[in-house]
């Protein structure tokens, strides 16, 4: 079933079309009065196996029409309120795009308040850092002898919500390049001239430069 069959058939105009059924059914869902077992069907997903370019798996959750018909209204219904609660630490909150399960309007959302939850608490023991999120990638800002032991606070914090840092996914840069003389986890990537922070590229000229010109070239190659 698609949103397209709502549309088509389900008018509020028609009385006998059954919406007011559907609107009292989805009110109840977004009020949470459901019962265990329905709350949990509803929460069920569809689970496909997309294989990545680097060979690896990346599973893609497609949800329930309704929990989606739900989410997208609460969404609509509530963004500029959520938009002011995370900013300016969270970017990707009310935006479109914006996801982590495919075709989950909530799912940024959700994920957000659990992750604002543990990030406040360590920007508040950590004055010398600034934090910043786009969704679940995470960025920390200051001294580097301030960074290892923010970054720690946070994986402990975010462990204690439910959420787990990937030490293979993380990347660490600083101008005065010393940092391989810190006690960073073994995995984590060190560049040596940047990295990007919310898709802006931090680093030395030639790296900027290099950005800028790779992001040229695929503009230019759409335009075509």
Not at 68 to 73: I, K, Q
Not at 101 to 122: I, M, Y
Not at 195 to 214: E, K, M, N, T
Request: aromatic share 8%.
């Amino acid at each position: 079933m698609v949103f397209e069959f709502f549309r088509d058939f389900l008018t509020p105009e028609d009385p006998t079309s059954g919406f007011d059924l559907l609107f009292d059914l989805c009110t109840h869902i977004a009020k949470g009065r459901l019962s265990a077992p329905m709350a949990y069907l509803l929460g069920a997903s569809h689970l496909l196996a997309l294989e990545k370019p680097s060979r690896g798996v990346r599973p893609i959750a497609m949800e329930e029409i309704l929990y989606r018909l739900v989410a997208r209204s609460l969404g609509f219904q509530f963004w500029e309120a959520l938009a002011d609660h995370f900013s300016p630490l969270q970017f990707d909150v009310a935006t479109r795009g914006g996801c982590i399960r495919q075709e989950d309007p909530l799912d940024g959302t959700l994920f957000a308040l659990a992750h604002l939850r543990a990030r406040g608490t360590v920007a508040s023991e950590h004055p010398l850092c600034l934090f910043s999120s786009l969704v679940d990638d995470t960025h920390i800002r200051g001294p580097s002898e301030a960074i290892v032991p923010a970054f720690h606070t946070l994986e402990g914090h975010l462990t204690a919500v439910g959420l787990t840092v990937q030490p293979t996914k993380c990347a660490a840069w600083s101008p005065s390049g010393l940092l391989s003389s810190l006690s960073l986890p073994p995995s984590f990537t060190l560049p040596s001239v940047g990295l990007r922070v919310l898709g802006a590229p931090i680093g030395s000229d030639s790296f900027q430069a290099s950005f800028v010109r790779d992001a040229l070239k695929v503009d230019v190659s759409t335009i075509h």
